[in-house]
């Protein structure tokens, strides 16, 4: 599914060239799930974005479904990223106007999907999170599981092949928290490939794989089960 | 994305910020409705000085003794020019049917007095056709009698103004005999009110019968001669005409020179139109301004919007789908601007024309249409750089953003 070979990612911050990818090789089959730890500012998000078509990499390759993606134009990542990729964000990203069902349409809008086919997937889609009844809720009508819950349901509504989740249970509570890796759990399980950035260790178990990111460097790759805590994956 | 749903996504996030969009508005409510006011109100002036001069009679040729242009050699062969007289102006009423009045006219100023009360006047000579040529009406009495055109009698009617200074308090004047120059008239009527009209204040003058002002003033020539045509006559051949009659009774010299009211009125139409135009320019300006004001916002929409922008890009929007996005924004903003900016010049026109019935105040189609496509024009100019900016935003940047 995902290739990667000698990427790397700098970019400026205050004047200063910040290395958020150094050299970065993996290799991750479909239906894989892989969680990505590290410190802050290790890279970890660069990564996901630039797995995400969102960033570019200054060099190196990326191969995602057969097909050298880092060179594309913009508009050719675009279209990548509508129809292959689903995101997933801590913080939701749910347009504040607009309500559930809307939200969840964005995607299928800018695809230029007829209407018809839109309402349905929808429906389909919230229903796939146990949300049928909140169609008409705008965010601040939800909870912020019910919210993380219409985001997901936006990210697969598409069908991606990549779903991509940023700290997904970062500002959600225990319970709801579990919801939504279950529903991951279940996603992935049906056969999508999974990436999730994670600082907390009960999520970075369920993966099936872990990588360990120090200062854009791959340190350790190790099976989910296997992860502890987080102070002694970090260290060198 | 289809237009639909672009419009309903635009129209969303412009009903998000309600009183935002409603300033933004009302800048180019108001750009557009000045300049449809202020084009209404200058093709109002247009048209009310037309309709000043149609008042006046527009099928009027106005007959001038003298040729204003220069022709051929100066005096050597034909000596002084012939004059306008009484008999040429009766030859014009009888030979030329097209004709249907013709008011031969002798002007000069004399002294006219009641009792003790004395004013100089203006003198006019005339005949009874003068009062429809020049659409007057008499308020008392009546005007010159239709008698034979060389009869001098002594009866003059006067001016509003003047009767009012020669008879303070309300006195009766018709009837009474007042004295103009050294010659005793009686008086038979008094003129309603007029004013100025081609530079004359028939307000301020005495009207007599023209053979009598001709023995007043010792004159044997007129002064000019106002001929009014039919209708349904042709005002250049009639014209025509009348230059080849009075040349036939003049030796064959062309020694007059007959104006129409048309060359008058279309100068005075274009002045005004040029006004109007340059005024329209000046509101239009405004518009310029309200181009700026949403500019303004969009940016602010955009800076607001910024993590929305990138969570679009994150789902599947192009570069291009964004800059639509913003670009349908602005110039639905423009075009709602611009159609509400219509409604309320069109409102203020017609209290306008509540309060000053006689001015004929209605915008310009081409004012309308300028007015609505500069407002969608500019909304779309000062929109570009704000959804340009948009489209450019880097996604990731966008998405971390706070």
């Known amino acids: 599914m995902i290739r990667l070979e000698k990427i790397c990612r700098t970019y400026q911050l205050g004047g200063q060239p910040v290395h958020a990818l150094v050299d970065v090789d993996e290799h991750v089959p479909a239906g894989e799930h892989v969680a990505i730890m590290g410190p802050s500012g290790s890279g970890k998000s660069t990564l996901l974005y630039t797995l995400g078509c969102l960033d570019r990499p200054d060099s190196g390759s990326y191969w995602l479904a057969g097909r050298e993606v880092a060179r594309l134009s913009d508009e050719e990542l675009t279209d990548v990223r509508r129809h292959h990729i689903g995101f997933v964000f801590q913080s939701f990203h749910l347009v504040p106007r607009l309500t559930a069902a809307e939200n969840v349409e964005l995607p299928m809008v800018f695809a230029g999907l007829p209407r018809a086919e839109r309402r349905e997937r929808v429906e389909a889609a919230l229903a796939s999170v146990d949300l049928s009844d909140r169609l008409d809720h705008r965010p601040d009508q939800l909870s912020g599981g019910e919210r993380q819950r219409v985001a997901l349901a936006r990210a697969t509504v598409m069908q991606p092949r990549l779903l991509l989740a940023d700290e997904p249970t970062g500002n959600l509570d225990t319970s709801s928290g579990r919801q939504i890796l279950d529903l991951l759990d279940h996603l992935n399980d049906a056969g999508t490939t999974l990436v999730v950035v994670t600082h907390d260790p009960s999520v970075a178990r369920r993966a099936g794989r872990v990588i360990v990111l120090v200062d854009g460097h791959v340190v350790r790759r190790l099976p989910g089960g296997e992860v502890m805590g987080a102070a002694d994956l970090f260290a060198p | ?402």
């Open chain 2, 1 to 402: 994305m289809t237009f639909n749903d672009l419009f309903r996504f635009a129209l969303g996030s412009l009903g998000g910020h309600r009183l935002r969009t409603a300033l933004s508005l009302l800048g180019m409510v108001i750009g557009v409705a000045a300049v449809v006011a202020l084009t209404a109100l200058g093709e109002g002036a247009r048209r009310y000085v037309i309709e000043q001069f149609a008042s006046i009679g527009t099928n009027l040729l106005i007959v001038v003794p003298g040729k204003t242009e220069t022709t051929g050699l100066p005096g050597m062969v034909g000596g002084m020019p012939n004059e306008l007289t009484l008999l040429d102006a009766r030859a014009l009423d009888r030979q030329i049917p097209e004709i249907d009045k013709v008011a031969p006219l002798v002007v000069g100023t004399d002294d006219a007095s009641f009792g003790a009360r004395r004013r100089q006047v203006a003198v006019v000579g005339s005949t009874w056709e003068f009062e429809e040529v020049r659409k007057l009406s008499v308020a008392r009495g009546e005007f010159l009698p239709k008698a034979d055109l060389q009869r001098g009698r002594p009866v003059v009617v006067l001016g509003l103004k003047v009767a009012q200074e020669l008879f303070p308090g309300g006195e009766e004047p018709v009837g009474r005999i007042v004295r103009i120059g050294g010659w005793r008239m009686r008086v038979i009527g008094v003129l309603a009110p007029r004013g100025v009209q081609l530079g004359m204040n028939l307000d301020d003058v005495v009207i007599v019968p023209v053979v009598t002002a001709m023995k007043m003033f010792d004159r044997r020539s007129l002064f000019r001669i106002f001929v009014q045509v039919h209708g349904s006559a042709g005002l250049e051949a009639t014209k025509q005409k009348v230059l080849r009659l009075l040349a036939e009774r003049h030796d064959g010299t062309e020694d007059v020179t007959v104006l129409t009211q048309d060359a008058l009125v279309a100068t005075f139409s274009q002045i005004l139109a040029a006004l109007t135009l340059a005024v329209g320019a000046i509101a239009a300006i405004s518009l310029s301004v309200a181009g700026i004001g949403i500019m303004n916002v969009m940016l602010v929409a955009v800076a607001e919007r910024t993590r929305e922008i990138g969570l679009l890009r994150a789902v599947g929007a192009g570069r291009r789908q964004v800059l639509v996005v913003f670009l349908t924004e602005a110039a639905l903003l423009s075009a709602a601007g611009g159609l509400l900016g219509l409604a309320v010049g069109w409102l203020s026109i017609e209290i306008l024309v509540q309060v000053f019935p006689a001015l004929p105040a209605s915008p310009p189609v081409w004012a309308v249409g300028a007015a609505l496509a500069l407002s969608f024009g500019v909304g779309l100019l000062f929109g570009w750089l704000p959804a340009r900016r948009a489209a450019r935003l880097d996604p990731v940047l966008a998405l971390v953003s706070r």
